[in-house]
């Protein structure tokens, strides 16, 4: 793993993630702090939904025709598989870094 002083954000990465953060603040001001159940699992369907989602992605990839819904779909059907805390954050991280990265390439789109 990479040293946290080795990595280096845009200055774009960095505004999308306050927005990120802007709208975690309203919601807990709408909300109030939120405390639910993970409600994932390890069932047999969680687990073929996530490789089958993964298949896709690959697929998708060999051909040249990878999007990212698929590819946010893949890392949550993996979060959703997932019933064990930590391997369960780290999925909900990558969701989180994929759902950025998709508002820095719309971003990028605009004149």
Known sequence: MTADK????????LRVLYEVARERS???AKWGE?????GTDESRWDKEAAVRARALCQHLAARGELTWDA????EIAEAFAESDPAKLRAELIQVAAVAVAWVEAIDRRQP
């Open 6 to 13: 080795d990595i280096e954000r845009t200055d774009h990465t």
């Open 26 to 28: 309203r919601q807990d």
């Open 34 to 38: 939120q405390n639910h159940p993970d």
């Open 71 to 74: 590819i946010l779909s893949e």
